[in-house]
């Protein structure tokens, strides 16, 4: 599997993600990745710590960019545990838990974010803003209620199957309800 591949399809992915949402500054976004998947082997049965490295060091300066912060779902093997930045942990409140990743215990991007992030931490639950599931690691469990599917013109990251979330508020109430703050001059 070529990396620039990979680079290409991750930087054309996000440039659409980020056309069509509207994450604020110091938001959560979430990341799923099987690089076994991205080989096209079943997942969990063919990690690859450089594809791993390859996504998480084109995902992170998108991010920075766009003052987004990130955490990566691991594998089952550590209950889908999520590896972030301790400052980022803290803030939201989130419990750490103590786990390292492996490459077979927490998955190749999840070892690649644990060698690049500052003072990285494990936490067992969050609520994201959004995220990117490469492989069908099933990362809605982690993005908050009301999760949008969000549309881009890539379908794969090397053979992998991408799904792409971002979220909104709920809308309670009933037909009195109102939604938009401009409506309330207008009632």
């Known amino acids: 599997m070529c990396a620039d591949l ?36 079943w997942m969990g049965s063919d990690s690859n710590q450089l594809i791993g490295n390859k996504i998480i060091t084109t995902i992170l300066p998108i991010l920075h960019e766009h003052q987004i912060n990130l955490a990566v779902q691991g594998c089952q093997h550590i209950n889908r545990a999520l590896l972030m930045e301790r400052e980022v942990a803290e803030s939201r409140n989130y419990e750490i838990v103590s786990v390292v990743p ?6 190749a991007a999840q070892v690649a ?3 690049q992030f500052t003072d990285p931490v494990e936490v ?3 609520f994201a803003d959004g995220g990117m599931d490469i492989g069908d690691t099933q990362i809605g ?41 401009k409506e309330i001059a207008e009632s």
């Open 102 to 107: 492996a490459l077979h215990a927490g998955g």
């Open 124 to 126: 067992e639950h969050i």
């Open 141 to 181: 469990m982690h993005v908050k209620f009301v999760q949008i599917p969000i549309k881009t013109s890539i379908f794969k990251i090397g053979e992998a199957h991408t799904t792409f979330l971002s979220s909104r508020p709920k809308l309670i109430g009933g037909v009195r309800a109102i939604y938009d703050p």
């Open 6 to 41: 990979i680079e290409n399809q991750i930087q054309e992915a996000l440039d659409n993600y980020f056309k069509n949402v509207d994450l604020k500054k110091n938001s959560l976004f979430v990341l799923g990745c099987s690089t076994s998947e991205v080989l096209g082997k």
């Open 113 to 115: 974010a644990y060698q």
